[in-house]
């Protein structure tokens, strides 16, 4: 599913340029996926491909460098607190209640069932625009600079998108800490299915994340995982005569 070659040659060319922003993360994983990339944000998907739309989550994670304790990576020691993979948060997407809800007043079960609702709306509009796809693959990228500081860490965990049923999980309220302005307040409702933490909205006075629909997933479970490990290149210097020469030369042969 993942062609590791065109990873590692897709990473190491936008280490080079300085250029892997989340975006071009997107058809970072596009390319290496033979998929079509689908630009913006207008959609849930990312990127198409057969029935697939792709949910491409990125998270970046620094090395953790100790004068006293050996150096860590997510990949050297991934169940560290720092890297814990088993319930990893990622912003799903921005989301609004639909007028008849208050954050502070409505049920947690009508915030929760609200949220996950808009999102399978959502999700729906990108069937709708690519015909012939039916499923979501959430594709999770982990990546960053590894405890050595000389090589770069990729990995990518794929799943099935799993869409979970409001009303079989158990939903609570989060309150705001008893020091901060939010104090006894409501700033989010978060979702559990087995005692486990699984999707979260956060309301507009969370602070962090404000209005985020959050989601959780067990990293360990996905049902592909594609690791690499690449020498961190030097950066492509800039030569501002080889600019200008290349410059004039295009707009010699217009």
């Known amino acids: 599913m993942i062609d590791t070659d065109t990873l590692k040659a ?11 922003s989340a975006e071009n993360w997107e058809t970072v994983i596009c390319e290496a996926m033979s998929a079509t990339w689908i630009e913006g944000d207008k ?12 949910n491409i989550k990125t998270l970046r994670f620094k090395p953790s460098i100790k004068k006293k304790i050996k150096n860590r990576d997510f990949i050297s020691d991934p169940f560290s607190s720092e890297f814990d993979p088993t319930n990893q948060m990622m912003i799903q997407r ?57 090589r770069y860490l990729v990995d990518v965990d794929i799943f099935d998108h799993h ?8 939903w609570t309220e989060v309150f705001g800490g008893s020091k901060s302005r939010q104090a006894s307040k409501r700033i989010a409702v978060e979702g559990f299915m087995n005692n486990k933490l699984v999707a979260r909205r956060n309301g507009s006075n969370s602070g962090l994340y404000q209005t985020n629909y959050l989601i959780y997933k067990d990293l360990t ?14 950066l492509l210097a800039f030569d501002k005569d080889a600019v200008l020469k290349e410059i004039q030369q295009q707009e010699d042969m217009l």
Request: cysteine-free; hydrophobic content about 35%.
């Open 43 to 54: 959609y849930l998907a990312d990127g198409v491909l057969n029935n697939h739309i792709l």
């Open 94 to 150: 921005r989301t609004n209640l639909p007028v008849k809800l208050d954050e502070q007043r409505s049920t947690p079960l009508e915030i929760g069932t609200a949220t996950l609702t808009g999102f399978e709306n959502f999700v729906q509009e990108s069937y709708d625009k690519f015909p012939g796809t039916n499923n979501v693959l959430d594709v999770v990228v982990r990546h960053g600079i590894d405890r050595t500081q000389t």
């Open 163 to 170: 869409f979970y049923n409001p009303a079989k999980m158990v």
């Open 10 to 20: 897709q990473v190491y060319f936008g280490l080079k340029q300085n250029s892997l």
């Open 221 to 234: 479970k996905s049902t592909h995982n594609f690791t690499i490990s690449i020498p961190i290149p030097s």
